[in-house]
């Protein structure tokens, strides 16, 4: 049984079983309100289903298993809202890390602004896509067993942390990496976004 990471309550309503990739849970916490993923699925069991299923149904090309090159090159289309918005926390000294990076797209419009880019994303493939052709240091794994020698001035995470078994374990470590002056940038998914609030029924079967 879930435990809510706001409030501890553990009463929860299924609200959806369709979720963005495919089939899973979405739990809406009865005390607090807070919604979660309720897969129960640790990070191995992330790392296998990235590497395959996550892959094939949530292309950014509908139908089409991209690959590391190709998704980098999709994804460089749609990123620059993104860019625009952090560009100006962006100097020549900064340390940017960047959790679920993806191909890298992001890392590699930030790359000549700063001292220092890293990105961490659970797909190997894409992790070696991004060492070997972005010259952008990519580890693939989970940020909470991440070690560093030095703090980030700004962590990014987008349509990121709601994929995660423990959003909160992950903030902290997020908070643990940041310098002392430093910046998180963070965007999930909207759960009251047009397509879901104006599909007739929102709950059992509905899609988040």
Request: proline share 5%.
């Amino acid at each position: 049984m879930p435990v809510c990471e706001i409030c501890n309550g553990k009463d929860f309503d299924l609200i959806a079983t369709k979720i963005r990739e495919g089939t899973g849970r979405i739990l809406q916490c009865n005390n607090c309100g807070l919604i979660i993923q309720g897969l129960d699925w640790d990070y191995k069991q992330l790392e296998n289903y990235y590497e395959d299923e996550y892959q094939r149904t949530n292309s950014l090309v509908s139908g089409t298993v991209q690959s590391p090159l190709e998704h980098f090159q999709a994804r460089l289309q749609t990123i620059q809202p993104v860019f625009e918005q952090i560009h100006s926390l962006l100097t020549p000294e900064t340390r940017v890390l960047e959790i679920g990076c993806g191909a890298g797209a992001l890392l590699s419009l930030i790359k000549p602004h700063v001292a220092k880019c890293v990105g961490i994303e659970l797909n190997k493939t894409f992790s070696e896509f991004i060492n070997e052709n972005l010259g952008i240091e990519a580890y693939s794994g989970s940020i909470d067993d991440a070690k560093f020698d030095y703090k980030f001035d700004l962590i990014i995470s987008i349509a990121t942390l709601d994929h995660l078994p423990s959003p909160y374990e992950t903030l902290v470590t997020m908070r643990d990496l940041l310098a002392p002056d430093g910046k998180i940038y963070i965007e999930v998914p909207n759960r009251n976004e047009g397509l879901n609030h104006y599909i007739p029924s929102l709950r059992l079967g509905t899609s988040i």
